[in-house]
């Protein structure tokens, strides 16, 4: 029998989620991340979706240092041997997700590993949306003949009319709409590269770099977008809590 070579190794999925906020939008006197929703913080939620995908390796959350002890208890219920805490949040969130990389790799990720980077604070994500990113993505590389497909991003074509104001806050022109998409989360790069580029924007403090895929554009990039879900929001204003709860709640009403 042939054996295999030395260094083949298959390519793993991992996920990264950033968890260092101070949720200073929400307003509810505590990172959002961790205000209790249908009976647990947002974020188990967030982590229960992603425990419901068997084929991530491992699921590392980057809080910030100061929040220990909103974090000691989010593993009780999920399983211990693919999830950790790494309290290594920085300034932004690009930073936090440039040392969550890092951990990752010390963990024993290989470079060419995939990595899914998740919002915590988007806890109506779904086993099923986290599927359907990661399939079109392995699909869309392995069809990519020259290799420069980089990743993808779950996303939404715009809704509504976009406008933009003038300094007094009134509505100076209405641009196309056509085109535009609302970048949401997860997004899949392989580690070393996305790495590599958010390593790129270290010295400015990741200035403009408000997701993996922006990150990625400004190496050359064109990340695949994937349809997500208008229910993928991310919890960032008061009023949000009670759609997500809402949310959640018809998930366990009976069919
Ligand atoms: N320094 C930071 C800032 C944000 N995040 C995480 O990145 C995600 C998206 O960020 P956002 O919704 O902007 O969260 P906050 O920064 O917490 O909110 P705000 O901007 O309202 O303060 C959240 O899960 C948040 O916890 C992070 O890990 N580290
Ligand atoms: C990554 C993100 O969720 C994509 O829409 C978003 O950019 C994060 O929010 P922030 O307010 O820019 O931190």
Known sequence: ????????RVARCHALIPCAGSGSRAGAGRPK???????????????????????????????????DALAARL?????????????CGGASR???VFNGLARLLQRGAAGSDWVLVHDAARCLITPALINRLI????????????????????????PD????????GRAAATLPRE?????????????????????A???????????????MEAVGSRPLLVRGSAHNIKVTWPEDFALAAALLQTRHEPA
């Open 33 to 67: 991340q961790y205000q209790p929703i249908g009976g647990a913080p947002l974020v188990w939620h967030t982590l229960a979706a992603f425990a419901g995908v068997p084929r991530i390796a491992q699921t590392l959350i980057v809080t910030a240092p100061g929040d």
């Open 94 to 96: 690009a930073e936090s």
């Open 75 to 87: 593993l009780d219920r999920l399983p211990h041997d693919a999830f950790a805490l790494a309290d």
């Open 1 to 8: 029998m042939k054996s295999a070579a030395p260094n083949c």
């Open 179 to 199: 085109g535009k998409w609302l970048a949401q989360t997860p997004q899949m790069f392989r580690i070393a590269p996305l790495h590599a580029a958010l390593a």
């Open 161 to 168: 009319t976009l406008k933009t104001a003038d300094a007094a």
């Open 135 to 158: 399939d079109a993505c392995l699909n869309a590389a392995s069809a990519d003949e020259e290799g420069g497909l980089s990743g993808a991003l779950l996303a939404m074509p715009l």
């Open 201 to 215: 924007r270290a010295a400015s403090g990741f200035a403009g770099i408000t997701d993996e895929a922006s990150a």
